[in-house]
């Protein structure tokens, strides 16, 4: 018997459709299963093949009732930059072992979906026995304005421009106020999320939504994508309902999304090098009017943007296999003389702040790069950017392979530790997850891309940071918004 074909009564008692982490699951499933029919026609048939059922493994192994939903963008996010290597193979129409790196590109590919799959059973042990939220915590936001939510999200947006203007004059203090910052996003979700999971001031959302991507804009490195990251994952923990609409608004956005980044690849070199009026700084010297209409001009004249050149330089930007690969043949030609420096550089850099150590040298991706893959950073220099080799890379560098698994098994279990501890906070259910994307946003904002002593930094100081804010300002926050929603919604006598 059909749906159809079910009495009303039944019918009514049937769950909806919701996107939720199971969902999720099903989706890359069919999404591998599609991908492998289309395997045997590629460069790379096996490569293609594995590296479509990977997310479909992780979340097989991290799809619990307790998991935050934040985990889930750590690693797909993380598998995207792996995987697109292999569509990057098929435009160029050559495998990945015959490129430039040869066949250690091809062993980097491999190296780094195992990574994942270590660090997803790491956070299993740590978080699988997570006990879901309870309906009063789940539900607590329900009687919270969005109105205030925004209010608050508007205050928090200039707490993280004083932030960044802070560190900028007193740079000892950059990572604590780095995670002061992030309570714009873990508002923003939190936005999001009410909105999602009530119905009401829609408005507001799509308001923060276009505030945010006007103000991702603004700098040199551009931040328009976070967003819509805050979006997806305010709707995977919102459980919103799979209707067509919703499905339509989804694809919507991932569309805009793509737009955006094709947009801004296609102008940021000439971009950055107008709006600080040189070839190799960061320092912005146009004025921010001035800035915006250089875009406005840009985006209103798309015929002079080379689309296809745009799309093919955001797959090479995104795929971040060959850098591991070129450290793969620098190391075994010549390994690194020091034992496990990469990790003893990570944790000195957080064992000496450098509000105690003023005279501590800064560690420089670029120059980490230099030693490690003997590469050419003159690009990057130019555009007054910096260029990584990767925490995987680095963790391949102290202890090769299978001996990075081992490694990378424990960093899953520094965050799933830290995660758990703001899962066990007693708050309502929506700041838990809001603290848990907070931190995933701070060490796995670049994914793979992140180096090895910014994680552990970032984990660091996010960790002391939000238990402060946790012990001594949150429950006022929480306090207020209970008083503005009894405010706004008197009790009747």
């Known amino acids: 018997m059909n749906y159809r074909q079910m009495p009303l009564a039944v019918r009514a008692a049937a769950p909806a459709a919701v996107l939720d982490l199971n969902g999720l699951k099903r989706a890359f499933f069919y999404i591998a299963v599609g991908l492998m029919f289309f395997a045997p026609f590629s460069q790379d048939p096996l490569a293609l093949a594995v590296g479509a059922a990977v997310p479909w493994l992780i979340l097989q192994i991290i799809a619990r009732p307790g998991m935050p939903v934040a985990v889930v963008y750590l690693f797909i996010w993380q598998w995207l930059q792996i995987f697109t290597r ?30 994942l799959v270590a660090m997803a059973l790491a956070i299993r042990m740590v978080l699988g026995n997570v006990k879901p939220p309870t309906v009063q915590d789940r539900t607590a936001h329900f009687e919270w304005r969005p109105l205030d939510l925004f209010a608050l999200y508007v205050g928090m947006l200039f707490l993280a421009v004083a932030c ?36 009401r001031s829609t408005n507001l959302l799509w308001g923060a939504v276009v505030l945010e991507i006007v103000l991702g804009f603004t700098g040199l490195l551009s931040d328009f994508r976070g967003v819509f990251i805050y979006l997806a994952m305010a709707a995977l923990a919102s459980r919103v309902p ?16 793509i737009f955006l980044a094709l947009f801004w690849t296609s102008v940021k070199a000439e971009y950055r090098e107008y709006a600080t009026q040189s070839s190799d700084s960061q320092n912005v010297k146009i004025a921010i009017d001035d800035r915006f209409g250089y875009l406005g001009n840009r985006l209103l004249t798309p015929d002079a943007i080379d689309w296809n050149l745009a799309s093919y330089a955001l797959v090479v930007r995104l795929a971040y296999t060959d850098i591991f690969g070129s450290v793969i043949g620098v190391q ?5 003389p020091v034992f496990v420096r990469q990790w003893q550089d990570a944790i000195e850099h957080v064992v000496k702040p450098r509000f105690l150590f003023p005279n501590k040298p800064a560690l420089s991706d670029t120059e980490v790069y230099i030693r490690l893959a003997r590469g ?12 990584s080799v990767g925490y995987m890379a680095e963790n391949f560098v102290d202890f090769g392979f299978p001996g990075m698994l081992g490694s990378l098994f424990v960093l899953g279990l520094i965050y799933g530790l830290v995660i758990r501890y ?17 931190f995933v946003f701070s060490v796995a ?49």
């Not at 992030?182 to 936005?191: E, G, P, S």
Request: positive net charge; contains cysteine.
């Open 422 to 438: 703001f899962l066990m906070l007693k708050v309502p259910w929506i700041l838990r997850e809001g603290i848990v994307v907070g």
């Open 164 to 199: 960044r203007y802070a560190a900028a004059f007193v740079p000892a203090l950059d990572q604590p106020l780095d995670a002061v910052s992030r309570l714009k996003i873990i508002v923003l979700f939190m936005l999001f999320t009410t909105v999602m999971t009530t119905g």
């Open 376 to 387: 050419d950073s003159s690009e990057q220099m130019r555009l007054g950017t910096s260029i």
């Open 86 to 115: 292999v569509l990057q193979s098929i435009i160029d129409n050559e495998a990945m072992g015959s490129g430039l790196y040869g066949p250690n590109v091809a062993r980097a590919y491999w190296y780094m979906l195992a990574g």
């Open 242 to 257: 799979l209707k067509g609409t919703t499905v339509a608004a989804g694809l919507g956005c991932a569309g805009f999304l």
């Open 445 to 493: 904002h670049n994914g793979v891309e992140m180096s090895l002593p910014k994680i552990i930094g970032a984990t660091v100081m996010f960790f002391l940071v939000y238990m402060l804010l946790a012990r001594f300002v949150f429950p006022t926050v929480l306090n207020w918004l209970k008083g503005r929603a009894a405010i706004g919604h008197p009790q009747l006598s």
């Open 332 to 336: 075994e030609t010549s390994p690194e």
